[in-house]
C-alpha cells in the first residue's frame, strides 16, 4: 500500500512537472486579422487622399508578411515596395522607421541599418500595438515627404484604436 501512496505521488509530481514544461513551450500572441489589415489600409490611403496625396498603404502581421494592400489612383509604381518596405521594417524594429531614420542620421553605429536587406529607413512605417504587444504594422509610401506618410498611417491608427484594446 506504501509503495502504490509512494507511486501515486511521483507519479502526481512528474505529470505536474511535465504540465509546467508545456506551457513554458507553448506561446500564446495575438496577431492581426485581414479585417482589421483592410481597415488600417483603407483609412491610411483615404487620410492621405484627403490632404492631396496619392499613396499606397501596406499592412503587415507581427511576423511581416503582408495583410493588406490599398493603392490610391494614381500613385507611383514605386509605392508598392516602398509602402511594403516601410511596413516590414516597422513591424521587425517595433519601431516608426521615422525613428529609426532619425537615429540612425544621428548615431554613426546605428547607420549600418540600411545594410539590412528589406529595412527601408523613411518616415511612413508605424508599428499597430494591443498594449504594448506589436501584432503588426502599416507603411505608407507616396506623400511628398516621410513625414506626411507616417502622419497618414497615425490618422489611421487613431480611427481604429477602439478595435486595439
Known amino acids: 500500500m506504501r509503495t502504490i501512496k509512494s507511486l501515486s505521488i511521483i507519479a502526481l509530481l512528474t505529470a505536474s ?3 509546467t514544461a508545456q506551457t513554458s513551450v507553448i506561446r500564446s500572441e495575438k496577431n492581426m486579422s485581414l479585417e482589421l489589415a483592410n481597415q488600417i489600409a483603407t483609412a491610411s490611403v483615404a487620410a492621405c487622399a484627403a490632404n492631396g ?6 499592412v503587415v502581421d507581427r511576423a511581416g508578411s503582408t495583410r493588406a494592400v490599398q493603392r490610391a489612383d494614381n500613385a507611383g509604381p514605386h509605392t508598392l515596395a ?3 518596405q516601410k511596413a516590414w521594417t516597422s513591424a521587425s524594429a517595433k519601431n516608426t522607421t521615422l525613428a ?3 537615429g540612425a542620421q544621428k548615431n554613426p553605429a546605428a547607420a549600418n541599418l540600411v545594410n539590412i536587406p528589406g529595412y527601408l529607413l523613411l518616415g511612413g512605417g508605424v508599428p499597430v500595438k494591443v498594449g504594448n504587444e506589436v501584432i503588426g504594422a502599416v507603411g505608407v509610401g507616396g ?3 516621410g513625414n506626411l506618410d507616417e502622419q497618414c498611417a497615425m490618422t489611421a491608427l487613431d480611427k481604429v484604436k477602439e478595435l486595439l484594446k
Open 53 to 58: 496625396y496619392a499613396v499606397t498603404a501596406t
Open 17 to 19: 512537472s511535465f504540465a
Open 143 to 145: 506623400a511628398p515627404g
Open 82 to 84: 516602398a509602402s511594403l
Open 100 to 102: 529609426m531614420m532619425e
